[in-house]
């Protein structure tokens, strides 16, 4: 707002004057910057989308509906089916669903009574996930497209036929 020419102003209140930056150009050169217009992909660099951490509050909900064998920790299945349905999630650029987790679950076997290959299959991928990257990755890379998009009802039925869908 402007100040009347008769109210008096002090020293304080003064404009002052500006500093303009040197006109510089733009120089990539920092180790993370991106050098194209498109993002990396392929294994390691994970599958970004829209809020993805909410995949472990509902990987919380549905935990009650696992079945787990001896040996298999609560909080690395839980882990592992948030992955798992984040990406799924991911292909279709939106945020996770509980169906999402279903498949997730589904696809190895956590939604009932698994076959004994299956579960020692799971065993190695799912052990110590909740804890570790590597671990993580190795687990989401680990399930082919092709599976993520089967449908709930699908994918609790490939349990069973499991190998034609985790190995396609």
Known sequence: MAQPSFVPVTEADQVRPTLRQADTT???GRPSEMRTPDAPHGTGFGKPGPDQGFALRLAHLI???MVLVD?????DVEVGAALVGA???????RAPSVYDLEVALGIF???????????AY???????????????RALVDSVPEAALRLTPAEAAASSSSWRTT???
């Open 26 to 28: 733009h120089v990539t």
């Open 63 to 65: 935990s009650e509906r």
């Open 71 to 75: 040996g298999e920790v609560h909080h």
């Open 87 to 93: 990406r799924r999630a991911s292909l279709w650029g």
């Open 109 to 119: 076997g956590y939604l009932g009574v698994a076959p004994a290959d299956l579960v």
């Open 122 to 136: 799971r065993g190695g991928l799912f052990q110590a996930v909740g804890h570790s990257w590597m671990a993580q």
């Open 166 to 168: 985790l190995e396609a």
